[in-house]
């Protein structure tokens, strides 16, 4: 079973990455998806696991109860990012990042009770492709290299 505090540590250290960091914002600001939910499969896909489509959809199901509040907050702070001092305007990112790891509490409590498959698909190209079609090239930089298989196989991106 999947924990919210291993996931909130992946994150963390996932997204400190440059990399990662732009191919979220990107995911987030040029294609609607949700940074949250990417750092989770990007999660999943690390331990060598993936989900059905149809696992994918009961997660972004799991957004719908924080996504409209977080965006309108993202929005909001945003908008006073240049009439609020320093000091305010991380207080009011720590805000926001308690309310994304409520939204991935939410994602960890419908990911344990999915089926998690050890011959799937990477599911974080499928949500990529899904978004459209230029958001497909954010998958290299969002996902975690592993070793290379040792049995020669390789990972296919479709489902």
């Not at 999947?2 to 440059?18: G, I, P, R, S």
């Not at 191919?23 to 989770?40: I, P, R, S, T």
């Not at 996504?67 to 990112?93: F, S, W």
């Amino acid at each position: 079973m999947a924990n919210a505090a291993d996931l909130w540590q992946f994150c963390l250290h996932h997204y400190a990455k440059q990399e990662v960091k732009q191919a979220c914002l990107k995911l987030q600001d040029e294609h609607q998806g949700n940074v949250n939910l990417a750092l989770l499969l990007a999660w999943i896909e690390s331990h060598g696991y993936g989900l059905s489509p149809e696992s994918l959809t009961q997660l972004k199901h799991a957004l719908s109860r924080s996504e409209h509040l977080l965006i309108a907050y993202r929005h909001l702070r945003r908008d006073l990012k240049p009439r609020v001092g320093t000091g305010q305007y991380k207080k009011m990112l720590n805000f926001e990042l308690s309310l994304e790891k409520f939204q991935q509490q939410d994602l960890i409590e419908v990911l344990n009770r999915q089926s998690w498959l050890t011959q799937a698909a990477s599911p974080l190209a499928y949500y990529c492709r899904q978004l459209s079609p230029s958001a497909r090239n954010l998958y290299t930089p969002l996902r975690v290299d592993r070793p290379a298989k040792e049995d020669g196989a390789c990972d296919d991106d479709t489902l």
